[in-house]
C-alpha cells in the first residue's frame, strides 16, 4: 500500500508538473498568437499606406487622403501594441519602425503636395522612388521579419501544447493500471486538463487563421488555400476564380449608427455569404468590409452566376437590432491565367472591383484591356501628358442656334488631339483611358484656356460670341475648379457671362453634396451652367430644380430616334416640358436632318445643334460656315 502511495504521489506530481507546463506553454502560445496578431494588423496597416499612397497618385482626394492618415495612426497603434506585448528585440524594432515612420510621413506629405499641384508624373514618381519608397522598403524590412518570426513561434507553441497534452494522456493510461478507484478520480481531473489544453491549442490555432469577428478564414488562411487550388488546377482543364467584394455604403452604417452595428451587419452578411455558396468554395474576411472568395474549379460563366447569388442575398434588408439595414456589394472576378500567382489573381479582381464601383455595376469581370495599369492605357496617358504642354491639344467649334429664327446663339468647342503620329483624334480615342485619372483634369483646364482665348480673339474683332465648354467630373468635384475658372476669365479679359460649362447628369450625381457647393459657386460669378446629355442619367426633378442651371441639352440618341421610334418622341417632349416648367433653355443636339429640324421648332424647343446645322470644325470652318449663312454676330460692347 506504502508503495502505491508513493507511486500515486510520484504520478500525482509528475501529473502535476505536467498540468503546470501545459498550463505555461499554453499562456506562452496565447500571447505569441496575439502578439503575431498585432503584428500581423501593423503588416496590414502598412500595406494600407502604400496602397492609398499609390491610390492617390493616380486619383488624389480627400477620401484617399484621410485613408492614408487613418492607417497612418492604425500603424503607430499596432506598432504601440508590439511594444508593450513584445521583448526587448521587439521594442528596438518598434522603435526603428517609429523614427522611420515619422520620415515616412513628411516625404508622404511632401509627395501629396506635388500631386495636388498636379507637378508632372515623372516629377511625384521621382519623389516617391527616392523618398517614400525607400521608407516603405526599410519599414517593410523590419516589420516583415518581426511577423514572420513571432508567427512561426507562435505556431511552435502550439505544436508544444499540443505535444504536452499527448504527454499528459500517457500518464493517465499510467495511472489507470495502479488503481481503479485513484483512476477514476485521477482520471476526470486529467480529461478535464486534456479537453481544456486541446480546447485552447485548436483556439489559438483557429484565432491564427481565422477572423476573430465573421469566424471567416482571414487573408493568410484565404491565400494558403487559393495557393492550392492554383497548383491543383496545373494538372486539369479548370480554372480558378477570385471575386473580391467590396460593401457599398458600408460607412454609412458606422458612421451613423456606430462600429458596433457595424460588426453585427458584417457577422450577418458572412453567414448570407457562406450559406449562397458551394461545399468546395470558400469565402474569406480581408479586413474592414471587404470579403474575398474563392472558386477552386470554375469558368466565367460560373463565376459570375455565383457573383450574382451573391449580389442577390444581400438585396433582403438586414434586422440589427431592430433597425432594417441596406447595402449593396460590388464584386470584381479574375480568373487564373497560366503561372499566375495568388497575388496577381488577386490584384486583377481588385482592379475589376474598383471598375464595378466607379461604374455603379454589381459584377465586373477582369479585363486586361480595360486594366488601369496595362502598358497600352500608360503609354496613352504619358502621350497626353506630353501633348498638353507640346500644343497637341486643338478645337473645333460647333454652332448652336435658335430654333425659332436661325440665328447664331453660341459655339461649343469641341477637344481635339493633333497626335504627331496618329493624327487627328477624337475624344473616343483618348477620353474613356483619362476620365478617371488626373490628367483629365489638366485636360479641362487646357480647353478652357484655348476656348477663353479664342473667345478673347473674337471679342477684339467686335464679336461677343458665347463658348460653352465640356466639363469633366474629376473638375466639377475639385474644389480649387470655380477659382481656377475666375483666374482664366480674368486672364483672358473675358466676361463670365459668355462662357457656358456643360455638366453630365452622371458627374452631378457621383457625389451631388460636392457638385452642388461648386455649381453654386460657379452660378455666382456668372457663368452658366447647362445639364449635358439629360436622359441617361439618374437625376430626379427635385435634385434637377435644386441645381443652379440655365440650360437643359438633350441627349442626342433620343433627338436622333424621333423619327423612327414614337416613344423617343415623347421622351423628348417630355424634357421640352420639363425643362421649360422649371424655367431652363432647353436645347436639342443630335439634329441630322430638316424632318427633326422641323418637329423640335414646332415642340417649342429654344435652341438646335447637330451635323444638319454644321459639323464641328476649325475656326476657319466656322467663319466660313457663319459668312455662307449671312449669320455675322452683333458686335460687341465688350473689349
Given at each position: 500500500?506504502l ?16 498540468s503546470v ?8 502560445a ?6 503575431a ?10 500595406q494600407?499606406e502604400?496602397?492609398?499612397k ?7 482626394g ?12 492604425t500603424l503607430?497603434?499596432?506598432l504601440e501594441?508590439?511594444?508593450a ?27 501629396f ?11 511625384t ?8 519608397v ?9 516589420i ?12 511552435a507553441?502550439?505544436?508544444?501544447v ?18 481503479i ?5 485521477a482520471?476526470?481531473?486529467?480529461r478535464?486538463?486534456?479537453l481544456?489544453?486541446q480546447?485552447?491549442?485548436d ?26 487550388a ?7 482543364d479548370?480554372q ?7 460593401l ?15 460588426d ?7 453567414q448570407?455569404f457562406?450559406?449562397?455558396?458551394r461545399g468546395?468554395?470558400?469565402v ?6 471587404e470579403f ?13 452566376a ?6 442577390e ?5 438586414f ?62 496617358l504619358?502621350?497626353l501628358?506630353?501633348?498638353i ?8 467649334y460647333?454652332?448652336?442656334i ?6 447664331l ?9 493633333e ?11 483618348f ?17 478652357l484656356?484655348?476656348a ?13 460670341i ?8 474629376r ?13 482664366l ?12 460649362l ?15 457647393t461648386?455649381?453654386k459657386?460657379?452660378d455666382?460669378?456668372g457663368?452658366?451652367l447647362?445639364v ?5 442619367g ?6 434637377l ?6 440650360e437643359?441639352?438633350?441627349?442626342r ?14 421622351l ?9 416648367n422649371?424655367?431652363?433653355q432647353?436645347?436639342?443636339?443630335g ?13 417649342g ?17 466656322l ?9 455675322e454676330?452683333?458686335?460687341s460692347?465688350?473689349s
Open positions: 500500500m508503495l502505491i502511495a508513493l507511486t500515486l504521489i510520484t504520478l500525482t506530481g509528475v501529473i502535476t508538473a505536467g507546463i501545459n498550463d505555461r506553454a499554453a499562456t506562452r496565447q500571447h505569441s498568437v496575439e502578439l496578431s498585432v503584428y500581423l494588423a501593423a503588416v496590414a496597416d502598412l494600407a502604400q496602397s492609398l499609390n491610390e492617390y497618385q493616380l486619383r488624389p480627400s477620401a484617399t487622403s484621410a485613408g492614408h492618415q487613418g492607417a497612418t495612426v503607430r497603434a499596432a501594441q508590439v511594444r506585448l513584445g521583448s526587448a528585440s521587439d521594442r528596438r524594432r518598434v522603435a526603428a519602425v517609429l523614427a522611420d515612420q515619422s520620415k515616412y510621413v513628411a516625404a508622404t506629405a511632401a509627395l503636395a506635388a500631386v495636388n499641384r498636379h507637378e508632372p508624373r515623372a516629377v514618381n521621382q519623389l516617391d522612388a527616392t523618398t517614400v525607400p521608407l516603405l522598403a526599410v519599414m517593410q524590412g523590419q516583415y521579419p518581426g511577423a514572420i518570426a513571432v508567427r512561426k513561434q507562435a505556431l507553441n502550439v505544436t508544444q499540443r505535444r504536452t497534452g499527448r504527454l499528459v494522456v500517457w500518464f493517465d493510461v499510467a495511472t489507470l493500471l495502479v488503481g478507484a485513484t483512476l477514476m478520480l482520471w476526470r481531473a486529467l478535464r486538463s486534456r481544456a489544453l480546447t485552447q491549442s483556439l489559438n490555432r483557429h484565432q491564427a487563421l481565422h477572423d476573430v469577428l465573421t469566424g471567416l478564414p482571414n487573408r493568410t488562411l484565404f491565400q494558403d488555400r487559393a495557393s492550392q492554383l497548383r491543383a488546377t496545373q494538372r486539369t479548370q480558378v476564380a477570385i471575386m473580391i467584394i467590396d457599398d455604403r458600408f460607412k454609412d452604417v458606422n458612421d451613423t449608427l456606430g462600429h458596433q452595428f457595424g453585427l451587419l458584417l457577422q450577418q452578411v458572412a448570407r457562406e450559406a449562397s455558396l468546395g468554395d470558400s474569406a474576411r480581408l479586413g474592414g468590409d474575398a472568395v474563392l472558386l477552386p474549379a470554375s469558368n466565367a460563366a460560373d463565376a459570375h455565383t457573383a450574382e447569388r451573391l449580389v442575398t444581400l438585396t433582403e434588408p434586422d440589427v437590432r431592430d433597425i432594417s439595414l441596406d447595402v449593396d456589394a460590388s464584386i470584381g472576378i479574375a480568373l487564373a491565367a497560366t503561372d499566375e500567382d495568388v497575388d496577381a489573381v488577386v490584384r486583377h479582381a481588385d482592379v475589376a472591383m474598383y471598375e464595378a464601383k466607379a461604374h455603379h455595376a454589381s459584377v465586373v469581370t477582369y479585363s486586361r484591356r480595360r486594366d488601369a495599369n496595362t502598358v497600352t492605357r500608360l503609354a496613352v504619358g502621350d501628358r506630353r501633348a504642354p507640346a500644343g497637341e491639344i486643338v478645337l473645333h460647333q454652332p448652336k435658335s430654333a425659332m429664327t436661325g440665328e446663339h453660341s459655339v461649343e468647342a469641341l477637344v481635339r488631339w497626335h504627331p503620329t496618329s493624327g487627328l483624334l477624337g475624344p473616343a480615342a477620353m474613356p483611358v483619362v476620365e478617371n485619372t488626373a490628367i483629365v483634369h489638366l485636360l479641362t483646364a487646357e480647353v484656356r484655348l477663353l482665348s479664342q473667345c478673347r480673339a473674337w471679342l477684339d474683332q467686335g464679336r461677343s458665347p463658348i460653352c465648354v465640356n466639363v469633366s467630373a473638375s466639377l468635384l475639385t474644389k480649387s475648379f470655380p477659382q481656377e475658372v475666375r483666374d476669365l480674368k486672364l483672358h479679359g473675358v466676361p463670365a457671362s459668355l462662357l457656358t456643360e455638366i453630365t447628369e452622371s458627374s452631378i450625381m457621383s457625389d451631388p453634396p460636392r457638385a452642388y461648386i455649381m459657386d460657379l455666382a460669378m457663368v452658366t447647362s449635358d446629355d439629360y436622359g441617361t439618374y437625376s430626379s426633378m427635385a435634385r430644380k435644386a441645381l443652379p442651371v440655365k437643359l441639352k438633350i441627349d440618341r433620343f433627338v436622333m430616334g424621333m423619327a423612327i421610334d414614337e416613344r423617343d418622341h415623347f423628348v417632349q417630355s424634357a421640352l416640358d420639363l425643362g421649360h422649371l424655367g431652363l432647353v436645347v436639342a443636339e439634329v441630322e436632318d430638316e424632318w427633326t429640324r422641323d418637329a423640335l421648332a414646332a415642340m424647343c429654344d435652341l438646335l445643334q447637330g451635323y444638319y446645322i454644321q459639323v464641328p470644325g476649325t475656326e476657319a470652318e467663319e466660313t460656315w457663319l459668312t455662307g449663312h449671312g449669320m454676330p452683333v458686335p460692347a465688350v
